[in-house]
C-alpha cells in the first residue's frame, strides 16, 4: 500500500504522521535507546480519528501498534517496519472533576502524575502511583492494568475504572463512560481490554474513580526479624491506622543494605543486620492526631516484638530520603551488568521459602549470577526480584530455572508488568492450555485479522 | 435423544438426576411459582462431572440453564421442556479460609449467608450481602455480580473476586484460583464469566477476598429536607467515620411513610414530613470510642444543618427495626397488584431530578399507576424504584416510560439484578448496538453452539 502515509495524514492532518529519519532517530522506548522502526507513527487527536486509522489500517492488513508514555517493562509497544504506530498523547484532555460523585472522565493521553496533580487541586486523590508517573498515561496503565505503591489501599488501575471507551481493530467504537459504579446491563465489556495489552481494542477515554485527598501523611522504615512477624505487623497496621494504611513495602536486607551502602554510604538510616525491612505509609484526614495514632500503633508493634526496630520520619526530606531507598534503582542498574528481573505475586505464606529457594537455586545452579535483590507490595502479594549476570550466557537458563519456581510455588509471572513481548513464552508458567486457547479464540475473535499488536501477550 | 438421561445419571449417578413429575412438582423459582419444565434437573458434585455434562449437553444440542439458589429477579435461571436445568447446590464446600492472606476459597453452591456465619467464626468478613442471602449461592452471584447492602465499602461481587474456576459450554475446565490481587498474565478471562449471567461459562468455584470482621455496630436514621443535604452527609460520613462506614441506604417519603405505617403504625421512629430518609450503619473495630465517634459525626451533622432529625439505635432490636423499614417489602407486594419494579444507576447529580421527572410523568401519562417507591444504595448510585398498577394493562407502555427516561438520564437499567430474559428488550436503553454486537461476538465464539442459557441476557 504505497499511499498509505497520505491516506493517515489526510485522517489526521499531515503534522500528525511522523515518518522517516525523524522517527527512526526516536528511541523505540524508554529502555531501548534503538531507532524505532515503522511506517509511521500517527497521533490521531479524537477518538474518530482513532477509528477511522483502525480502520483503514485494518482494512489494508497493517498492523498498528498502540503507545502511551513508552516506559512499558515487557516490550508490548515494540513495532516493526511494516507496522504503524499509534500515539494517544493527543488526547490528554482532563474534564472537571466530580467531586460529589469522585469520578473524573479523561483521554488515554493523560499523564498520570498529571491527572495526580488534577486531582490534587481539587482536594481529590487518583489512587494510581508508579516510579514512571511523570511520563506513563492513562492509557498505557489502563492496557497494563497498572499497579503501584498505593493498590493495597486503592487497588490495581482495573478497580479505579468505571467506564471505558475504546476502538475494535475494524474501527468500531464502544463507548460506555458510565459514572457509577454498578452496573449489570450485559456483558461487562470494559474488563476485556484492561489489562490486554492493546491487544484487543485501543482505549481513547475512561472514567475513572477518585477518593478524597488525604491531608496528613506519615511514614516509618520498620526493621524485622522474621517474616512472620512481618505478616503479622502489615494485619496489625491495617487494622489499627482504621484504614489509613497507603503503602506496605518490603525490601530484602540484600537489596536494603545494597541501596543504603550506594545513596547514604555511612549514614545509615536505621540499625543493620535484620531480616527484612519495610517502609509504611498512611494518609489520614485528622490533622490533629493521626500522627500520634500512627506512632501509638507503631509502638505497640514495637511492643508486641514484632519491630525490631523503627524510624518514623520527622520530615518530608527524611520522607523521600526514606522512599529513595525503595524507589532508587540506579546503582542497582549499574550493579547487574546483564540485569534480569522478575514480577511476581505469590500466596503470602509461601513468599518467605520462596525467595529462599531461589536464592540457593541461584547460588548453586547459576553460579555467575550476581546476587538477588527482593522488594515488593507485600500487601499485594507482589513482589520485585531482580538479579543479574556479567554477560549474557546464562542468562535464558538463569529465567527458566526463576520461573519454574514460580509456577511450583503456584505464582503469577506478572503482577503488574504485562506480558508483552518479554514474557509471552514464559506465560504457560501461570496459564493453563486451556486458558491460553481460550485467549487466543477472543483475539480471533475481536482482532481476525490480526492488526492489533500482533505477537503480544499471547 | 432417547437415551440422555440415563446417560446423565452414568455421570452424575442416578440420584441427582431429577425428571419428571417430581421436576415439575417443583416451583420454577422463588417469585413464579410454577411447574418447573425441562429434560431433568442435573445435580452434579465435581467440576468434573459438571464438565462432563456440559460436553454431553453441547454435543448433542441441548441447552443448559444453569442455576443456584433461584432468588434470581431477571428470570435468567428460566428453563423450557428442550432444556437442562444444571443445579450447583452440591458444590457447596468452603476451604478453610487463610486468616493472614484474606482468602477463602468456594464451591458455587455454597449458600451467602452460610459463608458469611464460616467466615465471622473466624473472625473475617465476607463483605457481600443482600436479602436473598440465606438461599442465594455463591455462583449465582458470581453470575449476576450481586450487588447489596455493603457495596459502598467491600464492592460488588467482582470486586470480591481473586481467582476463579469455571466450565466452558464445551466442558473445558478454566482454573486459575489464585490468591492474590495483582496478576496480569494475559487476559482477565473470570471478567467474562462473572455477571455473565450463565451465558459464557458455568462457575464451579472462586477465590474471595476477605475482610478483617469488624466488632462494632452503630446504626442510625436519619430525615432530611433536600437532596444535596443528604449527598453532603454521605460525603461527610464517609470521611469523618474513618472508612467504617459500611451502608448508606436512601428511602424517599412516600415508600418511608408507606412501610413505617405497615410495620409500626403511630409508632414512628422519626419525625415525619423530611424529603428523604436514610439509613446509615457504620462498622469499626474500636469499641471503646466507634459510638462516640459515631454520635460525634452525626452531631456534627445535624450542627452544620444538613441532617434535619436523627435516631440512633440504642439496641439490636431498634436497629432490627429500622432496618426492617429498608428490608421489608411485604406489605408492598401486597399494595402493588401488578407491581412492576426498576433496578438502577444513576448519576448522583441528576438522581433528585430523575425521581421527580418519573413521578410526575407516571402522574401524567399512565393515571393507573398506584404510587411510586424509591429507595436505594446512595454510596452506589444505585435506585430501586417500584410502582405498580391494578391490572397488567399498560404495564408496557409504563416501563417504555421509565426505561425511557433512564436512558435519557444516562443511567444503567439494571444495576444488580442483571438481565435474564426480563429486561433483555431494554438492553439497548443502556448499551449501544456495537456494544450489544460485540456481546454477541463473544457469545458466539466461547459458545458457538449456543448451549448455555440460551435467550438470556443477549
Redesign the interface.
Same mark, same amino acid.
Request: aromatic fraction near 4%.
Given at each position: 500500500m504505497s499511499d498509505l502515509l497520505p491516506q493517515l495524514a489526510s485522517l489526521v492532518g499531515e503534522r500528525h504522521v511522523v515518518s522517516g529519519e525523524t522517527l527512526r532517530d526516536r528511541p523505540q522506548d524508554f529502555w531501548n535507546n534503538v531507532p524505532t522502526p515503522a511506517r509511521a507513527l500517527v497521533k490521531p487527536g479524537t477518538t474518530s480519528e482513532v477509528s477511522a486509522v483502525l480502520a483503514l489500517c485494518n482494512g489494508n492488513g497493517i498492523a498498528v501498534i498502540p503507545e502511551g508514555g513508552r516506559t512499558n517493562l515487557s516490550q508490548a509497544t515494540r513495532s516493526d517496519e511494516r507496522s504503524i504506530l499509534l500515539s494517544l498523547e493527543r488526547l490528554d484532555d482532563i474534564e472537571t472533576p466530580?467531586e460529589?460523585?469522585l469520578t473524573v472522565v479523561v483521554g488515554a493521553g493523560v499523564v498520570i502524575q498529571t491527572l495526580q496533580e488534577r486531582c490534587a487541586a481539587s482536594g481529590l486523590r487518583f489512587g494510581l502511583d508508579f516510579g514512571a508517573r511523570g511520563s506513563a498515561m492513562i492509557g498505557g496503565a489502563l492496557s497494563?492494568?497498572a499497579?503501584g505503591f498505593q493498590?493495597l489501599r486503592y487497588?490495581?488501575t482495573?478497580?479505579m475504572v468505571l467506564g471505558l471507551e475504546c476502538v475494535?481493530a475494524d474501527g468500531?467504537?464502544?463507548?460506555?463512560l458510565?459514572?457509577?459504579?454498578?452496573?449489570?446491563?450485559?456483558?461487562?465489556?470494559k474488563?476485556?481490554f484492561?489489562?490486554?495489552e492493546g491487544t484487543?481494542g485501543v482505549i481513547t477515554r475512561a472514567t475513572l474513580r477518585l477518593h478524597?485527598a488525604p491531608v496528613t501523611r506519615n511514614t516509618a522504615l520498620l526493621s524485622f526479624a522474621d517474616f512472620t512477624a512481618v505478616?503479622?505487623t502489615l494485619?496489625r497496621l491495617?487494622?489499627?491506622l482504621?484504614?489509613?494504611l497507603s503503602s506496605f513495602e518490603i525490601m530484602w536486607p540484600e537489596f536494603f543494605d545494597f541501596n543504603v551502602e550506594a545513596l547514604y554510604g555511612e549514614r545509615r538510616p536505621i540499625g543493620s543486620g535484620a531480616s527484612f525491612y519495610c517502609l509504611c505509609e498512611a494518609e489520614?484526614?485528622?490533622p490533629d492526631s493521626d500522627g500520634a495514632l500512627f506512632e501509638d500503633v507503631i509502638s505497640a508493634a514495637l511492643g508486641a516484638g514484632d519491630v525490631a526496630d523503627a524510624v518514623i520520619a520527622q520530615s518530608s526530606r527524611q520522607r523521600d530520603e526514606l522512599w529513595k531507598i525503595r524507589e532508587d534503582f540506579e546503582a542497582e542498574q549499574n550493579f547487574f551488568n546483564v540485569m534480569i528481573d522478575f514480577d511476581i505475586?505469590?500466596?503470602?505464606?509461601v513468599m518467605d521459602k520462596f525467595v529462599a529457594e531461589v536464592d540457593a537455586a541461584l547460588k548453586s545452579e547459576i553460579p555467575a549470577s550476581l546476587g538477588l535483590h527482593v522488594l515488593g507490595?507485600l500487601g499485594?502479594?507482589?513482589l520485585h526480584v531482580t538479579t543479574g549476570l556479567p554477560t549474557p550466557e546464562h542468562a535464558s537458563s538463569l529465567k527458566d530455572l526463576v520461573y519454574g519456581l514460580i509456577a511450583r510455588y503456584?505464582g503469577?509471572?506478572? !503482577? *503488574?508488568?504485562?506480558?508483552g513481548i518479554l514474557k509471552r513464552d514464559y /506465560?504457560h508458567h501461570?496459564?493453563?492450555p !486451556? *486458558?491460553?486457547?481460550?485467549?487466543r479464540?477472543?483475539k480471533?475473535? /475481536?482482532d481476525p485479522r490480526n492488526t492489533l499488536n500482533p505477537g503480544k501477550?499471547?
Open positions: 466530580d460529589a460523585g497494563t492494568n499497579g493498590a487497588g490495581v482495573r478497580d475494535l468500531t467504537v464502544l463507548s460506555h458510565i459514572p457509577f459504579r454498578k452496573d449489570n446491563t450485559g456483558y461487562d465489556l474488563q476485556l484492561i489489562g490486554s484487543l478524597p505478616a503479622r494485619s491495617r487494622r489499627d482504621r484504614g489509613t489520614g484526614f485528622e505475586s505469590l500466596p503470602l505464606k507490595h499485594d502479594g507482589n503456584q503469577s509471572i506478572s !503482577a *503488574e508488568h504485562g506480558i /506465560l501461570s496459564r493453563s !486451556a *486458558e491460553i486457547e481460550t485467549m479464540t477472543l480471533r475473535a /475481536l501477550v499471547i
